[in-house]
Nanobody
Framework: QVQLVESGGGLVQAGGSLILSCAAS????????MGWFRQAPAKEREFVVAINWSGSSTYSTNSIKDLFTISRDNDKNTVYLQMNSLNPEDTAVYYCPEARVEYHRPSYCNNSYPYNYWGQGTQVTVSS
């Protein structure tokens, strides 16, 4: 059974940065695309960014393309989300799901359907 554990969230001031981590266990991490999603209070969960199995290809929404960066270290079974220039609208619980093996292109992974496993999430709060 795959387990995903997100960490690195916390309280940060507007304009600040955070690096989220997601540690995977129980599977062959390097076989799968990974994503980051977020869910703000009273809002639906939304896609943020995805990365292919090797880290050579990513896909993100236009709104965060130049602000958030996804990366992965397959030797450490970990995916990261570097978030810069945070603003209060980025306040949410952030999740890092693992995609099913047939969804290898990050551009195909911009909704919940391709993902099999989800972590518990990590809270990010941005104060104004």
């Amino acid at each position: 059974q795959v387990q995903l554990v997100e960490s690195g969230g916390g309280l940060v001031q507007a304009g600040g940065s955070l690096i989220l981590s997601c540690a995977a266990s129980g599977g062959t991490f390097s076989n799968y695309a990974m994503g980051w999603f977020r869910q703000a209070p009273a809002k639906e969960r939304e896609f943020v960014v995805a990365i292919n199995w090797s880290g050579s290809s990513t896909y993100s929404t236009n709104s965060i393309k130049d602000l958030f960066t996804i990366s992965r270290d397959n030797d450490k079974n970990t995916v990261y989300l570097q978030m810069n220039s945070l603003n209060p609208e980025d306040t949410a619980v952030y999740y890092c799901p693992e995609a099913r093996v047939e969804y290898h292109r990050p551009s195909y992974c911009n909704n919940s359907y391709p993902y099999n496993y989800w972590g518990q999430g990590t809270q990010v709060t941005v104060s104004s």
